[in-house]
């Protein structure tokens, strides 16, 4: 059988079609394509499906949003998705709209030891819940239940609860986002655009100067990555201190994760972001957020940490998911 796969997110829409046979999945043909470049999600699946000679019987897109009633208004993007619409475009009786991080976690079954690094070996539970975390263009969070056969997906918009400051830099980086978006979610301050605030905060608070090179790299390029990357090099106090404190918020959330969802199978760190500053992840720093949770420490501190480097995860999720489709 073949599935038409897709993960859809603020910044990148991946397609592919998929064979389906004896458990595993092998790629016909892949396609990936600028979000923002495109009116919608039609127009690039209309392009993808013209270009290849493909028939699919099912097909499941992962979208980076709230699906409610097989319709999707993305955040990061001005687009309104709809099951309907891209069901006749494809000739098929329905399509699977599914939240990104739920494509996400149904993509871990898909994964072998090479497609992870491990921060926290901990002590799993195979059976138990799982949890993935992904920060990128926003943050998604999703958990995952065992069926008794495999973990089964629930979606969430997590990412989007109240950003609880610890200490007294946070407090002040929560009434600094404030003045500037009202309401401050954990998604305003894990994330690429939150890395940057993050940074506009420590400049504009005289916390640090900023680098007439950091300065000319961000005109001419993506500041969070211009960002990332002289924090990475210590070329960049401003720059390293911005990815310290983004670090220590992701690990907190994370540890929070573990705790609502009673994470015992293991929590995932998925996104475009966690493989890019895997050298700040393997530090102290992450981990000592993530377990620090008071009474609750130990708990949390034996659940396994892993960050998913395969950035295909949602895309292989997504062609699961079709496989489930009724």
Not at 32 to 43: A, D, M, N, Q, W
Not at 56 to 66: S, T
Request: proline share 5%.
């Amino acid at each position: 059988m073949i599935v038409l796969a897709g993960d859809v997110g603020g910044t990148t829409t991946r397609l592919a079609f998929y064979e389906t046979g004896d458990g595993k999945l092998v790629s016909l043909a892949e396609g990936f394509y600028p979000s923002h470049e495109h009116g919608s999600l039609v127009e690039i699946v209309s392009h993808f499906v013209s270009q290849h000679r493909f028939s699919a019987k099912k097909a499941c897109f992962g979208i980076a949003g709230p699906v409610l009633g097989g319709r999707v208004q993305t955040p990061n993007l001005p687009w309104n998705i709809e099951s309907v619409e891209l069901a006749e475009l494809l000739e098929l009786a329905s399509v699977r709209l599914i939240n990104d991080l739920e494509a996400n976690t149904y993509g871990i079954a898909a994964l072998g030891k090479e497609d992870l690094c491990t921060l926290n070996a901990g002590t799993p539970k195979p059976n138990g819940t799982i949890a993935v975390v992904s920060a990128g263009t926003g943050l998604g969070q999703s958990l995952a239940y065992w069926d008794g056969t495999t973990h089964r997906p629930l979606p969430s918009e997590a990412g989007h609860a109240d950003f609880a400051p610890r200490n007294q830099l946070e407090s002040e980086l929560l009434l600094y986002l404030q003045a500037k978006h009202g309401r401050v979610s954990y998604e305003r301050v894990v994330s690429g655009p939150g890395l940057l605030d993050i940074y506009r905060f420590l400049r504009d608070r005289h916390y640090y100067s900023e680098q007439a090179d950091v300065i000319a790299a961000m005109n001419a390029g993506d500041p969070p990555a211009v960002i990332t990357r002289a924090a990475l090099d210590d070329s960049c106090p401003l720059c390293a201190k911005a990815l310290d404190i983004f670090v220590e918020v992701y690990g907190a959330e994370a540890g929070n994760a573990a705790l609502r969802f009673l994470a015992t199978g293991g929590v995932y760190l998925g996104g475009g972001i966690a493989p890019r500053i895997l050298p700040r992840l393997k530090t102290h720093t992450f981990m000592v957020a993530f377990g620090s949770k008071g009474r609750l420490s130990a708990l949390v501190q034996s659940i396994p940490v892993h960050v998913i480097l395969n950035e295909k995860t949602a895309l292989l999720g997504a062609a699961r998911g079709a496989i489930f489709l009724p």
